[in-house]
């Protein structure tokens, strides 16, 4: 099996009301793949499953062969997995070169940490010229390339991506996914989750369809743009 | 800055002569009680550097760090006095009681590691109360604290055939048990404040303000935040404790209602006025609560100066006047008095 991450009837529940239910995703070496829906469709829970920040209810999740399903969220971001939450999540009262290097916490490898930190600051020049500032003055579309930043500081296989375009203004989200682009043009997989749906499947290759807790549509990227009930329902074509 | 031009010795020269020569000085100045407040002072010192690594570092709100200070006292007065008959060394009963306080730290960490702000406060202050009222019934159908009355006769540090509790002459200068004391406190009171600089300037310290920032987004970059918010309840405790088992020597006597709520404030108190998260500040505020209150206690003689009489009992002016400072630097100086860089800039934003 080529698949660098394989979720298999993967449930999620909150008390008793379940918010994911036996899903199957895959995605493979430097694929970029997203998972689209729409609000309280289930897909934050999906990744916050796969990342280990919630318990799973069944189910299970491999990455690169192995199962880590049980293991905790620190334990999976050393695997190879990098999540950028939703919502940002920076250490608003660091500076941004202190966010990067969080990035690079588990790393002991210090010459490629700083070659990576160069890279980085090649990829998001806006950031290098932010260096002492405080993150949480950054503004918005900035901390969200600087979350990509410290993500990538990590030197991840996968990419989890929650709701990257939330709260920005078009021109921002077009640059903070030309970057997506670039990232994943560099050989990282990545799971991106969109309400965008449009910018989802113009970007990804291949795409899940999420509804109420369950798929309903899986293919490539092309085929699901194409398809008539997700042109109604998500690209807000009207009957 | 002219400091930095100062060479480094000279600065610490000085200061490791001002430090020796303090109890002289405050003695000969201020009287022999306020040797005494100095000592209890640096216990103070202690006590917030220790809950500074839980609320300052972590970003933990702890009500009830009183707790491992109990701990450290009592399991000090158990090893070390008439009450079971042992006479352990100091070597040896400080570092179990400071041992004990770091277990009973993990324990009451792992029940709150989901918690968060208001929640974990709420919890830690019952788990500080829990801690003083068994201390307070512990003494049937066994008596293991002796209950209200405490436990009396506690040894004092030997050093040697030294006691810290009576009087010596050394190298023809007499030195009072309290000045003594100063010494030790002195001692290991530098030496938590070496552990928390090199604590905060680790992995472990940027770990913990990741923490405090954002525990989801210090989860995935890989920081194991259990075992590390564990840490410093533990780290926070052993602080505690430590100091605890000091008191219990140099007080000779305790009693649960040495470990109320209100000292737990009182801690919490020291690092928010000085300034959360930065040593000297820490130092500065637990300094600054220990002996103004005392210092207020004067009211009296300075109304009987100045109107010929009392007007306001100085026991009630006294705390008054410590409310106001309270409302007053949290009011001007909402960081503290002397914050760290890093939360001077949390305030300065949050003000925007």
Redesign the interface.
Known sequence: MSALLAVKNLSVAYGGIRAVRELDLEVAQGEMVCLIGANGAGKTSTLKAI???IASHGGSVHFDGKSITRL???EI??KGL????EGR??????SVA?NLM??A??RTDRMAVSRDLDHVHALLPRLAERQGQ?A??LSGGEQQMLALG??MM?RPRLLLLDEPSMGLAPLMVKAVFDIIRHIAAEGVAVLLIEQNAHLALKTCVRGYVLEHGALTLAGPAGTLAADPAVRQAYLGEGA | MPEGKRPRWLVFGLLALGLALLPFLVDAGLGRSWVRLIDLALLYVMLALGLNIVVGYAGLLDLGYVAFYALGAYVYAWLASPHFGLHLPFWAALPLGAALAALFGVLLGTPTLRLRGDYLAIVTLGFGEIIRIFMNNLNAPVNITNGPQGINLIDPVRVGDMSLSQTQTLFGITFTGAHLTYYLFLLFTLALIFISMRLEDS?IG??W??IR??E???????????NLKLLAFAMGATFGGLAGGLFASFQGFISPESFNLMESIMILCMIVLGGMGHIPGVIFGAVLLTLLPEALRYTGDWQRNLFGQIYIDPADLRMLLFGLALVAVMLYRPAGLMPSA?RR??FA?AAE
């Open positions: 990342s280990g920040l905790q969220a620190h971001a050393r990098a999540l950028v939450p999540g920076v250490f608003p009262r660091m202190e969080m990035g916490y588990v405080m949480g003055l410290r993500a990590a | 992995r940027r770990a303000v990741a920032e954002d989801t987004a210090a989860a995935a970059t890989g920081i194991n935040t259990r890093r800039r949390e934003d």
